[in-house]
């Protein structure tokens, strides 16, 4: 059997033998760009998208009052308090029963490891419980005297975005964790989406340079769900640095002699059409010589490795394409998923659900060979020169904002699944 893959860069070597990248089907073995294995035209009805939910969940130490004896949520007392092993252990199993009695399959990865088997046979029907390697109390946290607060990462399986079950199997799982555990998040925990074919299968290099293209277009808009006060801003405690700052893409960007403008290399009709006013005349000149860039690969290997950054920790970026570019082993053996992983930690089940539509739909108008929202998401986010411009008596968190809605209205996206965001944004933005 095939090594478990790393959950994350920074975890000790106890945890090497956990997988974590589990959303989207088997690991392709033979080379990306094989005709065989993007032999099949890509089809929205068969996008794959699937939830990785780092938390914090707190047992009870023996012998301490409960500190929040108003909290009518149950909380398990630690069977045995000075053993972390044990505590991650229970802390695990509570949350996959939960999961259970949500109608749900769930294993945990002690489980598997004691089983002996690996958590890619898992990955189609059951949600893993895990250890979350940068999820950590902070002081919000350690105030509650008398918690033992346990690392948590809930993986779900690859389930078809289109379904309408799929939306509902989420949300009941999400009510079910937090009605019946006292679950937190803080700036060490993430909201990370992965997006994939359901047959495990990658998508065609055309497809990934749509997707590539209206990222790298909408990237500062789409980052700015991000509190960029939190401790977390610039990636402390989890890796999602931005593709504008870390990338290949940006390096080469930054000598203007290596990216003549031009669109000759832009073969998606909508792309062309969105960025062809802008090629030769004033505009949003790095936005226009990337998308040029991405749209002129000529492999996955290539398209992964320019949206990824040299170094390994800017290999995954909040936009995570490295899947593609095969530079490491954690890379290869990885199902061949794009994924977002710049959501702040959080435990409201309205922003967990609208970042999954937002995320879903945007794969969806990428692998769409012809999709209206595309073109109209990629227009609106060219004709902001410099970052947008602020109208009058707008305050920064009101500009930023109003991008973001604007963005949202040309993808169609529900006003439900958005309004959080705006007023997240609104708020943090200052």
Known sequence: MAPFILDDERQSPDTASMDSNHAAGDPTTSPLDDASQTAEADRPEDISIALEWKLLLPLLAPGHEDPRPKDVRPLA?????HDQQACLEQGNECVARTI???GEQAVTMHGLLKAGV?????WSSSWVVKKANSAKPLDEEKAHKGYIWVPVEIC???MRFQDPKTQVRMQRVLDALNTSHRIAANCTCEVHIHLGRMDGQPWSLSTLQRLGALLWAGEPTLRSIRDPHSPNADNLYTWGFAMHQRSRLATLLETPSACPRGVAAISDSQTMEAVQGYSTAAGPATLIDGIVRICGTTS???????LSGPEKMYRRLGFNFSAFGEEDERARRNPRTMEFRMMDGSVDTHLIMGWLAICGTIAETAVARSDSRYAAALEVLLQRPDGGRRRRRETLGGQRGR???ELMQALGISTQHYREFESKIRREHY
């Open 77 to 81: 007392e630690a069977r045995r308090p």
């Open 403 to 405: 991008e973001f809605r």
């Open 100 to 102: 259970k009695q949500a």
């Open 118 to 122: 690996e958590e890619r046979d898992f």
């Open 156 to 158: 779900s399986p690859k």
């Open 300 to 306: 996955h290997l290539e398209l992964g490795q320019l």
